[in-house]
T-cell receptor
Framework: GAGVSQSPSNKVTEKGKDVELRCDPI?????LYWYRQSLGQGLEFLIY????????KSGLPSDRFSAERTGGSVSTLTIQRTQQEDSAVYLC?????????????FGPGTRLTVL | QKEVEQNSGPLSVPEGAIASLNCTYS??????FFWYRQYSGKSPELIMS????GDKEDGRFTAQLNKASQYVSLLIRDSQPSDSATYLC?????????????FGKGTMLLVSP
C-alpha cells in the first residue's frame, strides 16, 4: 500500500485482557514510531524502532506495554492486563530516515476502548 | 517550560482571511520543524516542514522559522472552511544517532463561511 496501515481500526476490550495492535509502515521506511493520543491531549511518544531494534523505549508508560518489529517492517504493540486509562488512539508513524530531518507519516490509528 | 508550546485556541477566522498559527520550543539545538493538520477523528497529516531560518511557501501555506527566537509559525492564506482542523507543531529532538519528534498540543482553527 501507499501509506502506513494499522489494524484493527477499533478495539474494545475488557479490563485485564491483553491486546495487540499492528502497524505496517510505508514500504522501505526503516524508522517506525508509536504514539498515543488520549482525548483532548497531545501526541505522547511511546517507542521508536530503527530496523528491528528499539533504541528508544523511553515513552512506554509501564512494563505492561511492549513492542516488537520483525523483518524491518511490521510492528506489533502489545498491552498486557489492560486498564481503563489505556483507552486512547494508538498511532503509528514511519519515516525513511532517522536523522534530524526525518518526516514522519502517520497511519489512521487504532482506537482502543477498555471497559 | 513545556518543550513545544502552542495556543490551544480556538482561533476563529472568516473565510478568505489569513490564519496565523504560532509555536515556540525550548530546545535550542532543534534542527527541523514540522506542521501537521489533524481533522477531528483522523490522524495527523504532514503539511509543511522547515529546516532553515526564514520563510517556506507551499501553495496557500507559509512556514516561518526564527531559530534565535525559538519560534515557528504557519500562515494559511485565503482560509477555507475545509482548513478547519487542529494544527500540530512538531520539533525534532536529537538523541544519540537518531531523532524523535516532540509535538505541541495543537491549535484548533475554525474558519467560518
Amino acid at each position: 500500500g501507499a501509506g502506513v496501515s494499522q489494524s484493527p481500526s477499533n478495539k474494545v476490550t475488557e479490563k485485564g485482557k491483553d491486546v495487540e495492535l499492528r502497524c505496517d509502515p510505508i514500504s522501505g521506511h526503516t524508522a517506525l514510531y508509536w504514539y498515543r493520543q488520549s482525548l483532548g491531549q497531545g501526541l505522547e511518544f511511546l517507542i521508536y524502532f530503527q530496523g528491528n531494534s528499539a533504541p528508544d523505549k523511553s515513552g512506554l508508560p509501564s512494563d505492561r506495554f511492549s513492542a516488537e518489529r520483525t523483518g524491518g517492517s511490521v510492528s506489533t504493540l502489545t498491552i498486557q492486563r489492560t486498564q481503563q486509562e489505556d483507552s486512547a488512539v494508538y498511532l503509528c508513524a514511519s519515516s525513511s530516515s532517522w536523522g534530524d530531518y526525518n518526516e514522519q507519516f502517520f497511519g489512521p490509528g487504532t482506537r482502543l476502548t477498555v471497559l | 517550560q513545556k518543550e513545544v508550546e502552542q495556543n490551544s485556541g480556538p482561533l476563529s477566522v472568516p473565510e478568505g482571511a489569513i490564519a496565523s498559527l504560532n509555536c515556540t520550543y525550548s530546545d535550542r539545538v532543534s534542527q527541523s520543524f514540522f506542521w501537521y493538520r489533524q481533522y477531528s477523528g483522523k490522524s495527523p497529516e504532514l503539511i509543511m516542514s522547515i529546516y532553515s531560518n526564514g520563510d517556506k511557501e507551499d501553495g496557500r501555506f507559509t512556514a516561518q522559522l526564527n531559530k534565535a527566537s525559538q519560534y515557528v509559525s504557519l500562515l494559511i492564506r485565503d482560509s477555507q472552511p475545509s482548513d478547519s482542523a487542529t494544527y500540530l507543531c512538531a520539533v525534532n529532538k536529537a538523541n544519540s544517532g537518531y531523532s524523535t519528534l516532540t509535538f505541541g498540543k495543537g491549535t484548533m482553527l475554525l474558519v467560518s463561511p
